[in-house]
């Protein structure tokens, strides 16, 4: 029971960055309004390929990693991914960058997905313990 309640906020967290990261490769100027900055010329080619690339392989890699026991460990991508974002912030913010409430909501955002990705590769890594397996001295089979 415990493993679908993971499974399902992976799984709500992938939607909505999917949603975020197809959505900026149809209209890339979404990103302005999503995330309060404004890029002009051919660097809304980049903003298209580049943060769209972030959002989708992060938000697939994070539904592989939750609905293929195997893949579980494809967790690991959105937390490296955003927890590489967030260490870029912190770094900006240290050397002086302009920080307002989007940048501090951003950091946010990154370090619950980091929480959330690490956390639910965890406990979905675990191998469960089988009732059947466990002996009469209240110890697994395997752990003897």
Request: hydrophobic share 60%; charged share 10%.
């Amino acid at each position: 029971m415990t493993n679908w309640i993971w499974r399902g906020a992976v799984l709500l967290w992938a939607a909505f960055f999917a949603i975020v990261g197809l959505r900026g490769v149809i209209d890339p100027a979404s990103y302005s309004e999503t995330f309060n900055f404004s890029i002009t010329g051919v660097a809304i080619n980049t903003l298209r390929a580049d943060l769209s690339a972030f959002f989708i392989v992060a938000s697939g890699a994070a539904v592989l990693g939750a609905l293929l026991p195997g893949w579980v460990r494809a967790l690991l991508v959105p937390a490296a991914l955003f927890g590489t974002a967030l260490v870029g912030r912190l770094i900006g913010a240290a050397m002086g960058d302009p920080t307002n409430w989007g940048i501090i909501q951003g950091m946010i955002v990154e370090a619950l997905t980091v929480v959330l990705m690490l956390a639910s590769w965890w406990v979905l890594s675990r191998v469960p313990v089988d009732a059947a397996a466990v002996n009469s001295a209240g110890v697994a089979d395997d752990m003897r």
